[in-house]
């Protein structure tokens, strides 16, 4: 039974072809939108982000019907629920290069979960970035504040 301890999911998405980039995808349930961030802040047609997330965008009403969700909120099984839409905040940092989308993933996800919209960082910050996440893997942790 789904229990609803989550009201927005995080997933990364790798796009392109073949999945030569990533995006960060924050799913609201509640509102049934998909927002993503693209870290080379480019500037994407609704139906290109939308054909991009076309896996994800099935398998979320999938493992929602699985948990229960529709059952427990009283709707009906919805394919089609999620609108999709792009967010590139004014102080989003922006991906400088070709390499270091994942790490800018990382990092987003880090301050969206956190509910610290510190975006002061860039490309610059990164090798600091791969430091921190290599520690953390290998003391089979993340850092929690």
């Not at 610059?124 to 953390?136: D, H, I, Q, Y």
Request: overall charge positive; aromatic content about 12%.
């Amino acid at each position: 039974m789904f229990s609803n301890p989550f009201l927005q999911l995080l997933v990364p998405c790798a796009v392109g072809d073949p999945d030569e980039h990533w995006i960060l995808c924050l799913i609201d349930l509640d509102k049934r939108n998909v927002c993503t961030y693209d870290p080379l802040h480019r500037q994407k047609k609704i139906g290109t982000l939308r054909k991009q997330i076309t896996t994800l965008l099935r398998f979320i009403p999938a493992i929602l019907q699985q948990s229960g969700y529709f059952q427990q909120k009283g709707i009906p099984p919805n394919w089609a629920m999620f609108s999709v839409h792009q967010s590139i905040p004014k102080k989003l940092p922006a991906q400088l290069d070709n390499d270091n989308c994942g790490v800018f993933i990382c990092r987003y996800t880090d301050m969206l979960m956190r509910h610290k919209c510190f975006w002061g960082w860039g490309t610059k910050n990164v090798a600091g970035f791969r430091e921190e996440m290599r520690l953390e893997i290998f003391a089979n942790s993340v850092a929690s504040e």
